[in-house]
């Protein structure tokens, strides 16, 4: 399997969807023989995975798509990915990214960018572009991504694939590198819903390392058809409108098919939604210009030459960081500087705040939210790269979820027709209350 999946990685070469190979793979799956051999029951037994290069693996490069970490090799291996390897499970490689996860296109990594196997003119979406990729285009089965404000789920739209991010807390976050740590999950990439809940059942669990992570029991299952019957669907009013066409078909033909199975569909106001993406990058811009000052040049990968201490940490950052990340470290700091704080950060904050409760209350009506994944299709490289707020504007049907801290999935739903007759995959989004990821996988099941 693993030489099988090296090969696939050769010749899909020019898609860019990894960064690096796992030197030790061939060792681990000689080690997962030897375990079977011993009589040993393995979930994921000999399964070839790839990982986002922002989640570290013992002995290989921990990039995050940044020229700053371009020689950085990780000492340990992150929760999630060693309870991969524990189930059985082989990591070819690392995948791209947007750099640090700052982007919605995987255009923004030191390693180029990531092309879209559907349309390689298009974008796969981001900022875990090179997951969805390697799940997309059948390098590996399943993969891991992490989503901060969508880049699991919008990248497994663009793709035509499952990506679920889980409740905040389910999934331990140690050794995922941190953009915004209050929203940051990992999450899988998956071709059906019972690999999904395959992986959920793995990577799901308490890790006494990650002091956000939870302690509940994890039982996944992808549903049948029954489980649609009497399932009460609220469409989330604020995400109807500016849809292209075939993403309004798609969520239109999802909602069809609930109906069909026996579920119940009405339509829900979350009226702060519109304040969503201002208050998301009002979170997320200052919790990572706090957590990138790490890279200053004394510990971490690369360090510029200069003259004195201060010189040194200016230049490897100037260097070093791309201008996304230099423009969200900026904008970071300017929301957290005193005087400013007020106006901008303790604001969002109480936002973020209202956008939970007004999603509790429609929890209160509905078992299961619903609205597109992403607005459009897969868009062009280049389309949206010379236009940060254009860019941004991507997330607008992903980030809430983040900030309320829930579990939400996309789902394959349609495709569509762009110039050319070429087929693009549209996804549709499900939200569960905290805690209920279990829900949206048996859904996911469901609907298959
Ligand atoms: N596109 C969003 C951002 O740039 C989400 C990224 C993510 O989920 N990592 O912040």
Same mark, same amino acid.
């Given at each position: 399997l693993l030489d099988q999946a090296l090969a696939r990685v050769e010749a899909a070469g020019s898609l860019n969807a990894l960064v690096s190979l796992n030197e030790q793979a061939a060792a681990q799956a000689a080690a997962?023989?030897?375990?079977?051999?011993?009589?040993?029951?393995?979930?994921?037994a000999g399964v070839p995975v790839t990982v986002k290069d922002n989640i570290n693996v013992a002995g290989t490069r921990t990039t995050c798509g940044s020229r700053i970490l371009a020689t950085y090799v990780s000492p340990y291996t992150a929760t999630a990915a060693q309870r991969l390897i524990d189930a059985g499970a082989v990591i070819v490689g690392k995948t791209n990214m947007d750099e640090f996860g700052m982007g919605s296109s995987t255009e923004s990594s030191a390693s180029g960018a990531t092309l879209n196997p559907w349309d390689v003119a298009r974008v796969p979406g981001g900022s875990s572009g090179g997951s969805a990729v390697a799940v997309a285009a059948n390098l590996t089965p399943v993969s891991l991504g992490s989503d901060t404000g969508g880049s699991v789920r919008q990248p497994a739209a663009m793709t035509g694939v499952y990506g679920l991010k889980p409740t905040y807390g389910r999934v331990s976050r140690y050794g995922l590198v941190a953009y915004a740590s209050s929203l940051d999950q990992i999450g899988p990439f998956a071709r059906s819903a019972a690999d999904l809940a395959?992986?959920?059942?793995?990577?799901?669990?308490?890790?006494?390392?990650?002091?956000?992570?939870?302690?509940?029991?994890?039982?996944?299952?992808?549903?049948?058809?029954?489980?649609?019957?009497?399932?009460?669907?609220?469409?989330?009013?604020?995400?109807? =409108?500016?849809?292209?066409? *075939?993403? @309004?078909?798609?969520?239109?033909? $999802? !909602?069809?098919?609930?109906?069909?199975? /026996?579920?119940?569909?009405?339509?829900?106001?979350?009226?702060?939604?519109?304040?969503?993406?201002?208050?998301?990058?009002?979170?997320?811009?200052?919790?990572?210009?706090?957590?990138?000052?790490?890279?200053?040049?004394?510990?971490? =990968?690369?360090?510029?030459? *200069?003259? @004195?201490?201060?010189?040194?940490? $200016? !230049?490897?950052?100037?260097?070093?960081? /791309?201008?996304?990340?230099?423009?969200?470290?900026?904008i970071g700091t300017y929301a957290l500087s005193s005087g400013y704080y007020d106006a901008y950060y303790s604001k969002a904050m109480k936002v973020r705040r209202l956008i939970a409760q007004e999603f509790s209350r429609a929890f209160q009506d509905f078992d299961v939210l619903v609205t597109p994944t992403s607005p459009f299709p897969a868009f062009r490289r280049g389309e949206k790269t010379s236009d940060p707020l254009a860019m941004y504007a991507a997330d607008v049907d992903t980030v809430a979820v983040n900030?309320?801290?829930?579990?939400a999935m996309s789902v394959p739903a349609g495709f569509e027709l762009a110039e050319g007759g070429v087929r693009l995959p549209v996804g549709v989004q499900f939200i569960a209350p905290a805690l209920k990821d279990e829900l949206l996988v048996r859904l996911a099941g469901a609907l298959e």
């Open positions: 997962v023989s030897r375990r079977l051999a011993s009589g040993e029951a393995l979930p994921l395959l992986m959920m059942s793995v990577l799901a669990g308490h890790d006494p390392r990650d002091a956000t992570s939870l302690e509940v029991p994890a039982r996944f299952q992808a549903g049948t058809p029954d489980d649609l019957r009497g399932l009460r669907v609220g469409v989330i009013r604020e995400s109807l =409108g500016g849809n292209t066409s *075939g993403v @309004d078909a798609a969520l239109n033909a $999802t !909602l069809e098919a609930l109906r069909a199975g /026996g579920a119940v569909c009405g339509e829900v106001s979350i009226p702060d939604l519109r304040h969503a993406i201002a208050t998301y990058y009002l979170i997320a811009m200052p919790e990572a210009s706090s957590n990138l000052a790490r890279y200053d040049g004394m510990v971490y =990968g690369q360090r510029a030459v *200069g003259g @004195d201490v201060g010189e040194v940490m $200016t !230049l490897t950052r100037e260097h070093g960081f /791309g201008r996304e990340v230099q423009r969200r470290i900026m900030l309320a801290g829930l579990p």
